[in-house]
């Protein structure tokens, strides 16, 4: 399923429409990786099945630019995925003290 873009220019604030654009681009790009690798699984070709994975890895090089663009332009997007980072680090830190924690799992 491919995403839906809200795209009425009317409601985004001038200052916001480069950040808008690059969240676009990002959202367009995961949803070709999604497809690609979708129809990857599906492919019965050896060749169609490595040309799809070949080319979704291309998107996810895209989805790399529209990032790095954005963290250029939106700062506070910048801080709060380094703090998701720091956060995701602290919360599997956590989980791989627990003594419940099963060995040589996952879970």
Not at 16 to 29: H, S, W
Not at 32 to 50: D, V, W
Request: without cysteine.
């Amino acid at each position: 399923m491919l995403s839906k873009m809200p795209l009425s220019i009317k409601k985004i604030k001038k200052e916001d429409i480069d950040k808008e654009i690059l969240r676009a681009g990002i959202i367009a790009e995961l949803d070709a990786i999604n497809l690609y690798e979708q129809m990857a699984a599906l492919a019965t070709s050896g060749n169609i099945r490595k040309i799809l994975l070949d080319i979704a890895k291309e998107e996810k090089t895209h989805v790399g630019e529209f990032q790095t663009l954005l963290l250029e332009e939106d700062k506070e997007q910048e801080r709060e995925l380094k703090e998701g980072g720091k956060e995701v680090k602290e919360l599997l830190a956590k989980r791989n003290r627990s003594p419940f924690r099963k060995k040589g799992g996952s879970k």
